[in-house]
């Protein structure tokens, strides 16, 4: 499989302040099919548009890519009320990736009302194409609706034994239904019914407020040192 590295330049982290960060963008000359993809995930990589990444930082190493092993998932006390508060209410609909006027809303809804988004300006639909449609593997869009009102979206890549979440944003309105718990809960859930092996929840980081919450879905695998290291539960 050949890349061509586009960009790999050293800049300020947006995880840890303070920190620098280096995060090689590689772009596959080919389609990547999904053995390959599974390959490149179990190596640790992401994908962000058509490109594949994952942190190369000079001087840190606090950037885990993080997986759970769907047939031995199981959900805590907390995730199992999360999903029946939500019982019966949420329709989820799986399709191609697209934008609307109203996945743009709620996207920017999502990054500014969580904190989420350093940008003075709002995302433009050309920004949300390349970022969560245009890619080079097999990607889906998990719509998740009530009463057919668009609540949240998730954007999925898929493998041959893995899925990959992309990103989940919903809106801040609903936040009471702690939909980025009932989402993954789910997604892990249609893994099972398609007999995958893999789900994977991107990268976690312990310090980070917005990535360490991924460590609470048991049992989980990080990629510590370049290997894949198991967690079974939480430390006493």
Known sequence: MRFL?????????????????????????????????????????????????????????????????????????????????????????????????????????????????????????????FFLIETCVDTWELQYRVAGRLVAVSILDFGRTAVSSVYHYFDPDEAWRSLGVFSVVRELELCASLGLEWYYLGLYVDACAHLNYKATYWPHQRRVGGLWQEFRSAPP
């Open 5 to 129: 590295v586009v960009a790999n330049e050293t800049e300020a982290c947006p995880y840890l302040p303070g920190q620098s960060m280096r995060l090689p963008l590689r772009m596959p000359l080919t389609r990547l099919t999904p053995d390959q993809f599974d390959h490149q995930l179990a190596e640790g990589d992401r994908r962000t548009g058509p490109l594949l990444y994952k942190p190369a930082c000079p001087a840190c190493t606090a950037c885990e890519a993080i997986r759970v092993p769907v047939a031995r998932f199981a959900p805590t006390r907390s995730q199992r009320r999360v999903m029946r508060r939500n019982e019966g209410q949420i329709e989820v609909v799986r399709v191609r990736p697209t934008v609307t006027a109203q996945h743009l809303e709620l996207y920017n809804r999502h990054s500014r009302e969580r904190g989420l988004s350093l940008r003075a300006d709002l995302a433009t639909e050309r920004d949300y194409r």
